[in-house]
């Protein structure tokens, strides 16, 4: 078994912190898992998203990840969570804007030290090298007219909605009883002791692969893959709705008719 605690570093964020430990397990211990390589990969791949897509959740990401490690239903369950902020989360828009810059005035004699730093600061990384070599010139111009260039954010209503989504559905996966009626369920599939509908697409996806590749598998081994793939895209349809419908999906959860709504309003799944 696989000690799940380790040690806090304060100047890294809790995921940093988790994919380094990860990293840095014995692989040829007596432990070895593959998912040893592929949560480390699929955690580092969804922080460095959320960090630039979605910064609004990683608080309740870094909650989260601490119920996770690198077993296959946990796995599984970040790269959902990563394919819904990568495929549903639309980039925010933007424009730039070029404003003037505050110029001291120089001609007081009792002016603001603290100001005109930040001006110096201000002339130095907008020009930079060149000042060197045109220190004339751009003095002069600087003087007389200088901007700063400022990034002007839209968020739409839509976007805004999206987030507010997402943050709702994580909230929801931190509670206990919805990780555990979504894990007995895959685990379930995985075991082959629930049987899909589109079962046998699965089965047809497997024998695709086999001949493909000419790999020689033996009846039981192509079961055991299309059951593996077969929940894996059960977790994924579930957490691509509970992000993007969280109250609705709840409420068809208690309803008894989660997977008719799920259906028939989350129909894509990972090819």
């Known amino acids: 078994m696989i000690n799940m605690y380790f040690h806090q570093n304060q100047n890294k964020s809790k995921i940093e912190e988790r994919i380094e430990w990860i990293k840095n397990i014995d ?6 898992d593959l998912e040893l390589e592929r949560y480390p ?26 119920y996770t490690g690198p077993y296959g239903f946990y796995t599984n369950l ?7 902020i990568r495929d549903d989360i639309p980039p925010i828009k933007y424009h730039y804007r070029w404003e003037k810059l505050k110029i001291p005035n120089y001609k007081e004699k ?5 100001e005109s730093l930040k001006y110096l600061a201000d002339v130095l990384k907008a020009f930079g090298d060149y000042i060197g070599n045109n220190i004339y010139y751009i003095g002069k111009y600087i003087w007389n007219n ?27 996966l931190l509670n206990l009883e919805i990780r555990t009626e979504l894990h007995e369920r895959y685990l379930q599939i995985l075991r082959g002791e629930f049987i899909s509908l589109n079962f046998d697409s699965y089965l047809q ?39 993007s419908n969280p109250d609705e999906y709840m409420q068809h959860m208690k309803a008894g008719d989660l997977e008719d709504f799920i259906r028939d309003s989350c129909k894509s799944t990972p090819s």
Do not use: M
């Open 78 to 84: 970040l790269e959902a969570i990563r394919d819904y």
């Open 205 to 243: 996806q497997i024998h695709k692969w086999v001949d493909l590749t000419n790999k020689e598998l033996d009846r039981k081994t192509i079961r055991t893959y299309a059951q593996k793939k077969a929940a894996s895209d059960y977790l994924h349809s579930h957490i691509k709705c509970l992000l």
């Open 110 to 114: 009792d002016y603001n030290l603290k």
């Open 41 to 66: 990969i699929v955690l580092e791949d969804l922080y460095k998203l959320a960090s630039k897509k979605t910064k609004e959740v990683l608080p309740l990401l870094e909650e989260l990840i601490e």
């Open 27 to 32: 692989k040829k211990g007596p432990y070895f």
């Open 146 to 172: 200088v901007y700063n260039k400022t990034k002007i954010y839209h968020i739409t209503s839509s976007y805004r909605e999206k987030i507010q989504n997402l943050e709702k559905g994580l909230e929801y």
